[in-house]
């Protein structure tokens, strides 16, 4: 295999008609889309078919023309956590505009960056949310202007005849400099999840996918909505008050066959709920993704459930691409294979294009025929040109392959610790703290304690009820790891700080450490 080796889109080929246009057609009066938001409510608040999913997303394509909109304009979401949310989202890509999903909570400033760098046409926003200064021209939206655009579907609704590599959404991720950078995708991004339903899910129409995240959040739109529409299954999504020890009803009375979420909230489930497989309905497996699990939550949930936890990774410029799932099964210590048809390699953390092999440690790249790669970064090519080494793609993700293919996550390049000469992955020193008795949560990152000298500091999360004990950890540390790895500070905090996708934030814990008088 020298390339991508599974079937490619279509030269014309529109992201929303072939997740949501395709199941209208085969399927009309299939529920498409369930809406719950109180868990004691009898029915949910909303229920969509596929029929009625299609004319919502296409009158909104068709209002946002009538508005002057034009294929390849950026539209920036800030609308509630309602299906609106997503209605929008789909109905923009329908249009072949370029909708580009956010937070609410964005500050005044982070929200002008956002429309300032992507030039947006036009920006959504939720009840009472004041726009802040626009450039002219700018057009703004409310919730009652696409309730209007559904209200009013066009005498003819077509989607937009968009080619595979136009355009299709944008996405803001951390950067390398103090400002987030576009990931801009195209239409064909849709087509390059396909890996993923048995790479990963094990997805089929009769699947009922119900997803923790909010509407907002590029993991639901995509694995809570994209792929299950895409597949002609059900996709859930709760809108009302998160509780962890709420969900396995949830499941149970949503009928839901999946369960996609991050890792801590299954931990959290485990220790609030308590779950047994009888309190969960018709689940077959839950998906996990977004943050590293800990490293006992696979079994401690099997053994408290019967079912097992499939984990995938990816990144922000591909979605997922390494993963377990039912016909794949999970190996101790390792992310997952690559998912069918791609095509991986772990190359030098130097320059060469030459894949290392089996257990050499290096950067994990992914070729760069694969349909599911972004186009580019927005307006930056100095970055561009940085992940292309030859035919590959580089994330800064640094892994270790074995020689059937599993891959195990070493940490990104730029987090990697040095600690006595040595390089140290944070995530192999936090696998082994976060077994410590009293801790409930972990992250590692290099600290400065003098002017020329840095150590690997634990910044930990107590355990609800545990006394913040350093020595038992470091105590529990000595016997699971060399002492090059052990951590020299160990820090107590309230929380770990993350990004809106859940991923931690080494570098903040780092620049918040303050040294002792003496180490």
């Known amino acids: 295999m020298t390339a991508f080796s599974g079937p490619l889109p279509p030269a014309r080929f529109n992201m929303a008609a ?96 956002f429309v300032e760098n992507s030039g947006a046409r036009c920006v959504a926003l939720a009840h009472g949310m004041a726009a802040s200064p626009l450039p002219d021209g700018v057009i703004v939206l409310g919730p009652e202007d696409v309730a209007a655009m559904i209200a009013t579907p066009a005498p003819q609704q077509i989607y937009a005849d968009t080619a595979a590599n136009d355009a299709a959404y944008m996405i803001y991720t951390s950067g390398t400099t103090s400002r ?67 969900w396995p009803r949830l499941i149970a009375e949503t009928d839901a066959t999946l369960f996609a979420a991050v890792p801590s909230l299954y931990r959290q489930i485990l220790k609030y709920a308590a779950p047994t497989g009888a309190d969960l309905g018709r689940l077959r497996h839950g998906l996990i993704a977004g943050e590293p699990p800990p490293p006992t939550l696979f079994d401690d949930w099997f053994a408290a459930t019967g079912t097992h936890l499939y984990e995938a990774f990816g990144m922000s410029e591909m979605s997922t691409y390494i993963s377990s799932s039912p016909t794949r099964p999970r190996k101790a210590g390792f992310i997952g294979r690559a998912q069918p048809g791609r095509l991986l390699a772990i190359l030098p953390t130097g320059d060469g294009t030459t894949p290392l092999p089996p257990g050499q440690e290096g950067l994990i790249a992914v070729h760069r025929s694969d349909p599911g790669l972004m186009l580019r970064y927005w307006q930056r090519p100095d970055e561009d040109a940085e992940v292309v080494r030859g035919a590959w793609f580089i994330g800064g993700d640094l892994g270790v392959m074995d020689a059937d293919g599993y891959i195990a996550h070493r940490g990104r390049a730029n987090d990697i610790m040095k600690a006595l000469g040595y390089r140290v992955a944070p995530q192999e020193v936090e696998a082994v703290i976060a077994r410590a008795p009293g801790v409930a949560e972990v992250a590692c990152a290099e600290v400065l304690v003098r002017a020329d000298v840095s150590v690997i500091g634990a910044f930990v999360v107590a355990a609800a009820g545990a006394a913040p004990d ?50």
């Open 18 to 113: 072939y997740a949501i246009g395709r199941a209208a057609r085969a399927t009309p009066d299939k529920t498409a889309l369930v809406v719950v938001d109180r868990l004691a409510a009898a029915t949910p608040a909303e229920t969509w078919t596929f029929a009625d999913l299609e004319r919502a997303v296409l009158a909104i394509a068709a209002g946002l023309a009538a508005r002057g909109l034009v294929q390849g304009d950026r539209l920036l979401i800030r609308l509630d956590n309602t299906s609106a949310y997503a209605l929008l989202y789909f109905g923009a890509i329908a249009a072949g505009l370029v909708p580009i999903p956010a937070s609410r909570q964005l500050t005044d400033s982070e929200a002008a960056f």
């Open 180 to 246: 987030p950078k576009g990931v801009l995708h195209a239409q064909r991004a849709a087509w390059g999840r396909r890996p993923m339903y048995e790479g990963w899910y094990g997805l089929t129409s009769d699947d009922r996918m119900l997803h923790a995240g909010a509407f907002n959040w590029t993991y639901t739109l995509g694995v809570g909505l994209t792929d299950p529409w895409a597949c002609g299954a059900t996709a859930i999504v709760y809108t009302g008050d998160k509780r962890p020890e709420d």
């Open 470 to 519: 350093a020595d038992g950890i470091l105590a529990f540390a000595r016997q699971h790891l060399a002492p090059y790895k052990m951590p020299r500070e160990i820090v107590f905090v309230d929380a770990l700080p993350r990004t809106l996708n859940g991923k931690l934030k080494r570098r903040e814990l780092a620049a918040s450490f303050v040294p002792r008088a003496e180490v």
